[in-house]
C-alpha cells in the first residue's frame, strides 16, 4: 500500500505565494514519477506539475508555467509545489499524484495513469 498526504493550502490574495507539501509512504514513495494536479468545482481534474524521480526532469501546464515550480526531497519522501504570483483562476483543490511507470511511458498528463492520490488541499486566491 501506498499514501500521500498534502498540506499547505489555504485563502491568499492574488500576487501572494503558497508552497504546498506531499508527504509520501509506502510503495507511493518508490514511484517513477510525482505530480501535481487541480480540481476547480464543477470541472475536471487538470494537470499542473510533474517531476521524474528518476530522469530528473520536470513538466508544466502552461498556465501555470514561471510561476510555479514543482521539487521533491528524496530524503524526505516530500514533494513540493512553489506557488507564486497566484491568480484567482488558480482557486481549486490541488491534488497530490504517484505513478509507479509514469516516467517509462511519459504518460504524465492524464490522471487515469496515477496510482495513487492524496486527500487534497484547497487553495482559495481571493482579486
Known amino acids: 500500500q501506498g499514501q500521500l498526504v498534502e498540506s499547505g493550502g489555504g485563502l491568499v490574495q492574488a500576487g501572494d505565494s503558497l508552497r504546498l507539501s506531499c508527504v509520501a509512504s509506502?510503495?507511493?514513495?518508490?514511484?517513477?514519477?510525482m505530480a501535481w494536479f487541480r480540481q476547480a468545482p464543477g470541472k475536471e481534474r487538470d494537470f499542473v506539475s510533474a517531476i521524474s524521480t528518476i530522469l530528473s526532469r520536470t513538466y508544466y501546464a502552461d498556465s501555470v508555467k514561471g510561476r510555479f515550480t514543482i521539487s521533491r526531497d528524496n530524503a524526505k519522501n516530500t514533494l513540493y509545489l512553489q506557488m507564486n504570483s497566484l491568480k484567482p483562476e488558480d482557486t481549486a483543490v490541488y491534488y497530490c499524484?504517484?505513478?509507479?511507470?509514469?516516467?517509462?511511458?511519459?504518460?504524465?498528463?492524464?490522471?487515469?495513469?496515477?496510482?495513487?492520490w492524496g486527500q487534497g488541499t484547497q487553495v482559495t486566491v481571493s482579486s
Open positions: 499524484a504517484a505513478g509507479r511507470i509514469i516516467s517509462y511511458t511519459g504518460n504524465y498528463y492524464a490522471p487515469r495513469f496515477y496510482d495513487y
Open positions: 509506502g510503495r507511493a514513495s518508490t514511484t517513477s514519477a
